[in-house]
């Protein structure tokens, strides 16, 4: 099979495919989507490595332990690697049956970015005529939050970085790190939390903890997409959520680039200066 391969650069190269253990499925990729956080995770990755975290394909062979959905079945996943292949091994409690109605094209977009923000919303707790304030708000990532926020009742303040003002709000999504994020601390309302899902400032934050003390209860949150996965407080099935959300159009899903897999490297490039806003979808053709 043809993949992306880490060694000293990325390559685009024939390997073999993936083994498969009895609790995975084998997909046939059909898109990808990529995520900021891969720019880096490519470059970090160990030689030899298929990076690749969102995808959405059809079901080559079943898990051999005949759990899961059959051959044929159209699902989109979260891997924490091995994405950017023609076929990839998908733990059957990461994938999610894609409905009739969605592409794999939409549904690429969904689980890195849907995903931590469907968790992030769950720490929070109910947020009907609660005051959100999402930083990051033209990426991926925060415009599926300005969306499921405000499809659960929520005020919604969306912006780049967050500022010294007053006003108070009792969930801050806070993707970009450093001072934005030590504004956050300063701006969070009694009893309200900060979930941290970023830093693409890749700044140091410093912030006074008494300024937490006195709101009476206020937290911090860090949210690691990968050990909630892991851990099972986000599955496969928060995942059909959001799919059916996109099936009825409640969900739109904000696709700025249409590009072939073969152009993966190009297009990275681009994410990583920020040539664009909202999602990059590649189709494995």
């Known amino acids: 099979m ?8 990325l390559e685009f190269k024939d390997t073999d495919p993936p083994s498969q253990r009895s609790d995975e499925l084998l997909v046939r ?43 044929g079945t159209r699902v989109a996943a979260l891997l924490v690697s091995g994405g950017w292949a023609e076929l990839a091994a998908v733990p ?17 977009t969904l689980p890195i970015a849907g ?32 969306q499921l926020a405000a499809m659960s009742g929520a005020i ?21 790190g450093g001072v934005s994020l030590a504004a956050a601390i300063e701006r969070v309302a009694r009893g309200g939390v900060v979930v941290t899902i970023g830093n693409t400032s890749e700044q140091e934050t410093t ?28 599955t496969g099935r928060d995942l059909e959520r959001l799919l059916e959300l996109v099936r009825t159009e409640a969900l739109r899903t904000p696709i700025a680039v249409r590009r072939s897999w073969t152009e993966l490297d190009a297009v990275l490039s681009d994410l990583d200066r920020r040539a664009f806003s909202g999602k990059a979808v590649l189709t494995v053709d």
């Open 207 to 234: 912030f006074n903890s008494r300024t937490l003390y006195a709101k009476g209860g206020a937290s911090i949150y860090g949210l690691l997409v990968f050990e909630e996965l892991e851990s099972r407080r986000i």
């Open 92 to 108: 059957i409690a990461h994938a999610g049956v894609i409905p009739d109605g969605v592409t794999l094209e939409q549904a690429a």
């Open 29 to 71: 990729v059909g898109a990808i989507s990529l995520n900021r956080g891969e720019v880096r995770g490519a470059a970090r990755a160990a030689t030899g490595t298929i990076p690749g975290w969102d995808v959405a394909g059809t079901v080559e062979r079943a898990a051999p332990s005949g759990k899961g959905p059959a051959v």
């Open 156 to 176: 919604v303040t969306a912006v780049r970085t967050v500022d010294q003002g007053t006003e108070q709000y009792d969930l801050i999504l806070e993707s970009v």
């Open 2 to 9: 043809k993949a992306w391969i880490k060694t000293d650069r």
């Open 115 to 146: 995903l931590t923000i469907l968790r992030a919303f769950d720490v929070a707790g109910p947020l009907l005529g609660k005051r959100v304030l999402i930083t990051g708000a033209r990426g991926g990532v925060g415009q599926f939050a300005t």
